[in-house]
Nanobody, 125 residues
Framework: VQLQASGGGLVQTGGSLRLSCAASGRHFDNYAMGWFRQAPGKERAFVAGINRSGSNTKYADFVKGRFTIARDNHENTLYLHMNNLEPEDTAVYYC???????????????????WGQGTQVTVSS
């Protein structure tokens, strides 16, 4: 599967953005998906993950209920709804996919073997 992330941009503190990740290829609903981010000078970090059907999700603690991960298996698209953004959320955001046969949600970046190109999110103070 090939992934194309979009939706990043510049937003003020407290603002919202919706990131999208369009998947090409077949069997999107056989992939567990995730969002990661990497800020300058920092390692890539897990943000949120979702299982194949969308019934299970997992979030990083710093999300604090501000972000929501979702997927539309008919449209082959993964989403990340981000509310109440903070300057600390500034980073390049990546979507990732891994083939899965069950209901797992993965937070370990090494579990993923398909990555999108990233989309920049900048939150101004």
């Amino acid at each position: 599967v090939q992934l194309q992330a979009s939706g990043g941009g510049l937003v003020q503190t407290g603002g919202s953005l919706r990131l999208s990740c369009a998947a090409s290829g077949r069997h999107f609903d056989n992939y567990a998906m995730g969002w990661f981010r990497q800020a300058p000078g920092k390692e890539r970090a897990f943000v949120a993950g979702i299982n194949r059907s969308g019934s299970n999700t997992k979030y990083a603690d710093f999300v604090k209920g501000r972000f929501t991960i979702a997927r539309d298996n008919h449209e082959n698209t993964l989403y990340l709804h981000m509310n109440n953004l903070e300057p600390e959320d500034t980073a390049v955001y990546y979507c990732a996919a891994t083939w899965d046969h069950g209901r797992a949600v993965y937070s370990d970046q090494y579990a993923y073997n398909n990555w999108g190109q990233g989309t920049q999110v900048t939150v101004s103070s």
